[in-house]
């Protein structure tokens, strides 16, 4: 397909907290490009001002658009589900803003951005409401590898058909989400024993306007992904437009706090890892 595409990528490694800031916007440069004082910019500069409170004011997730015809802008602003308000608001703002400073021309962009839970910020001259976006995708992994693969990859793949066929099954159970906004519709996250490295942690994220079809697609696509280009690497992270990715051999971004939804675990925690066992942020190449 040749998409060109452009990524920076802002990362904080705060090691002796162990939440671990990751964000990485990506500009589409297929998607087309605006002038600088267009009703385009202006129109996204409005959208960025009520962004987060649109957000938060829509428990977590909130889609719309401003402007019409060639200038109109849409827009998608995420949280993860359970971010207090505050924070999502916070996190939305710093993400819209940050796409606002880097894709300075680009019409399409996302950005996955923080630390002690993830959102999602995308910009769009077409209208993002259930329509399926894989591509650009951003991946991220880890430089040290595993040992022992065989064992490691039946855990792995055990895990990761469990949390799609959790996360993409859209038949819940209505009285025991009802507390939970839509950004909880796709949402999984779990743990399961390995040995050597005692957990493997993943977790999972699509937005909810997407069919749960569309949804399996995607996180099956960035399985894939790892699996053709990063296969035996201890960590990875993929980001689409539409679905979230990570899996680690560390609790990364606090993500792991309370996990509801399988049975307890009862597993010795993760060491604090060093730096090289760290997934790596790394600029990917233009
Ligand atoms: C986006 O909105 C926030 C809050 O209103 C503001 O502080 C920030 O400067 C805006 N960003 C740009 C690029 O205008
Ligand atoms: C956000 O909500 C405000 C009203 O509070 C509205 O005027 C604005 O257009 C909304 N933003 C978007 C992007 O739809
Ligand atoms: C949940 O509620 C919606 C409407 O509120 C309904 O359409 C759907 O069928 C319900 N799902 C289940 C599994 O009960
Ligand atoms: C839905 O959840 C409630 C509370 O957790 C439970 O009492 C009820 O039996 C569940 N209903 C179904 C159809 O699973
Ligand atoms: C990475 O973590 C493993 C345990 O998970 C440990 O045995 C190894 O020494 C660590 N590597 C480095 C470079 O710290
Ligand atoms: C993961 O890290 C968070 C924050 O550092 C901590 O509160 C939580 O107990 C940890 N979870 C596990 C399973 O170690
Ligand atoms: C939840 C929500 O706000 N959904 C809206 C997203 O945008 C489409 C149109 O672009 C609306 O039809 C949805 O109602």
């Not at 402007?67 to 916070?90: I, K």
């Not at 005692?198 to 749960?212: A, H, K, R, Y």
């Not at 790892?226 to 680690?248: A, D, V």
């Amino acid at each position: 397909m040749g998409k060109k595409i452009s990524v920076s990528i802002l990362c904080f490694l705060l090691i002796s907290f162990s939440p671990i800031f990751v964000s990485a916007q990506t500009c589409d440069e297929a998607a087309g490009t605006f002038k600088p004082n267009s009703p385009y910019e202006n129109n996204r500069l409005l959208i960025n001002s009520t962004l987060a409170f649109n957000v938060t004011a829509h428990a977590g997730y909130f889609n719309g658009s401003i402007g019409v015809g060639l200038d109109r802008v849409y827009a998608l602003g995420m949280c993860a589900p359970g971010a207090e308000p505050q924070a999502c608001s916070y996190c939305i703002q710093e993400a819209s803003d940050r796409i606002l400073n880097t894709c300075l021309n680009q019409k399409d962009a996302f950005v996955w951005s923080g630390d002690e839970f993830i959102c999602l910020v995308r910009y769009s001259s077409k209208s993002l409401y259930g329509v399926l976006a894989l591509e650009p995708n951003t991946p991220f992994h880890n430089v040290m590898d595993v040992g022992n693969q065989k064992e490691f990859d039946s855990v792995w793949d055990g895990l990761m058909l469990r949390m799609i066929t959790r996360v993409s099954s859209s038949v819940r159970n209505n009285s025991s989400t009802s507390s939970l906004s839509l950004s909880g519709k796709y949402y999984a996250k779990d743990v399961a024993p390995v040995p050597v490295y005692g957990n493997l942690l993943m977790l999972m994220q699509c937005t909810p306007d997407i069919s749960s079809k569309d949804c399996i697609l995607c996180l099956e696509t960035s399985a894939d992904y790892y699996k053709k280009l990063f296969h035996g690497k201890r960590g990875t992270i993929i980001l689409r437009p539409s679905c979230f990715f990570r899996w680690e051999l560390y609790n990364f971004s606090g993500a792991f706090d309370n996990i509801n939804d399988p049975p307890p675990l009862s597993l010795p925690p993760p060491k604090s890892p060093s730096v090289a066992n760290l997934t790596n942020i790394a600029k990917k190449g233009k």
